[in-house]
Antibody, heavy 124, light 107 residues
Framework: EVQLVASGGGLVQPGTSLTLSCAAS????????MHWVRQVPGKGLEWVSG????????GYADSVKGRFTISRDNAENSLYLQMNSLRVEDTGLYYC?????????????????WGHGTVVLVSP | DIQVTQSPSSLSASVGDRVTITCRAS??????LAWYQQRPGQVPRLLIY???TLQSGVPSRFSATRSGTDFTLTITNLQPEDFATYFC?????????FGGGTNLDIK
């Protein structure tokens, strides 16, 4: 079964850092681009960041550029999101998501598998 | 950055109805648009990719079209499980912006 399990969320103060992890199983992780998407409960979806299968390409939302860093360890089947200088507006449920097509050196793809997410709450 | 404007933000319909949801991109994104369904308490589910290609396992009552920068999702013969929130997403270039969502509820 294809599965993504995100972890690492929590309650933190503004200005601090947090690292999210996403453990993948059931597919050849190293062949697919991966992404982070966040959602404030009851609100819409916001794409946060994506990274290609070989780390050759990555991208960020303007709201997190310069503060967040996406990375991956294909040997460990894991995706990460290092979040620095956290703001109250970074609060939300963070999903990791798998790109639909593999072996494609791009992050331009739809997402066919989503993990259940991990909650980040940034509050003074 | 490419903006994606989704309408309507909410929609009421009955079982058996046909509904349409539209997304307009602020510039040409070719066919790089996806549609997702999100039921309460669940993760988003991919319905359509590449503007009009039905994802495996998605019922054929879902369909989509593209005309220039306008993209439309159509659901025919609405079923009870279709009442959910729908999002479009541009994945032509980063940032891969989502539309604001359409909440489809029962009339």
């Amino acid at each position: 079964e294809v599965q993504l399990v995100a972890s690492g969320g929590g309650l933190v103060q503004p200005g601090t850092s947090l690292t999210l992890s996403c453990a993948a199983s059931g597919f050849k992780f190293g062949d697919f681009a991966m992404h982070w998407v966040r959602q404030v409960p009851g609100k819409g979806l916001e794409w946060v960041s994506g990274i290609s299968w070989n780390r050759g390409k990555s991208g960020y939302a303007d709201s997190v550029k310069g503060r967040f860093t996406i990375s991956r360890d294909n040997a460990e089947n894991s995706l990460y999101l290092q979040m620095n200088s956290l703001r109250v507006e970074d609060t939300g449920l963070y999903y990791c998501a798998k790109a639909l097509f593999g072996n494609w050196d791009s992050i331009s793809d739809a997402f066919d598998v989503w993990g259940h997410g991990t909650v980040v709450l940034v509050s003074p | 950055d490419i903006q994606v404007t989704q309408s309507p933000s909410s929609l009421s319909a009955s079982v058996g109805d046909r509904v349409t949801i539209t997304c307009r991109a602020s510039q040409d994104i070719n066919n790089y648009l996806a549609w997702y369904q999100q039921r309460p308490g669940q993760v988003p589910r991919l319905l359509i990719y590449a503007a009009f290609t039905l994802q495996s396992g998605v019922p054929s009552r879902f369909s989509a079209t593209r005309s220039g920068t306008d993209f439309t999702l159509t659901i025919t013969n609405l079923q009870p499980e279709d009442f959910a929130t729908y999002f479009c997403q541009n994945y032509y270039s980063a940032p891969h912006t989502f539309g604001g969502g359409t909440n489809l509820d029962i009339k």
